[in-house]
């Protein structure tokens, strides 16, 4: 995950199935996270309304039956309870707001 500041390497780090850092934010958590090519993620769900932009590498993104592929420069939405899964070809890293959703 060097592709991240040192700045961000010294935040702590998210405790999931990917490497990421936290940086923790009022109702809103950021992950500063990285993939390594081939890493896949299995169909689930958050309890979070989550957009992210990638700054490196390519995101394949699966939800409502549909694959949508996003690049440097994109910014992504995954509406909380939404079932996705996503998979990454290439090494990748982005910046992702995990916004809590009110009840």
């Known amino acids: 995950m060097v ?4 700045q961000l390497r010294s935040l702590p780090t ?3 199935p990917f490497d ?9 958590d950021v992950l500063f996270a990285s ?18 932009v990638i700054t490196q590498g390519e995101l394949i993104l699966i939800m409502n039956g549909e694959e949508s592929r996003y690049k440097p420069g994109d910014w992504y ?7 996705h ?17 009110d009840e």
């Not at 939405?77 to 079932?83: N, R």
């Open 3 to 6: 592709h991240f500041p040192q």
């Open 14 to 16: 998210f405790d999931g």
């Open 20 to 28: 990421a850092y936290k940086l923790a934010a009022q109702n809103c």
């Open 35 to 52: 993939y390594p090519m081939g890493t896949e993620i299995p169909s689930h769900t958050h309890d979070t309304d989550n957009v992210g």
């Open 77 to 83: 939405h995954v509406p909380a309870q939404a079932v």
């Open 85 to 101: 899964a996503a998979r990454f070809e290439q090494e990748t890293s982005e910046i992702e707001f995990w916004f809590k959703v």
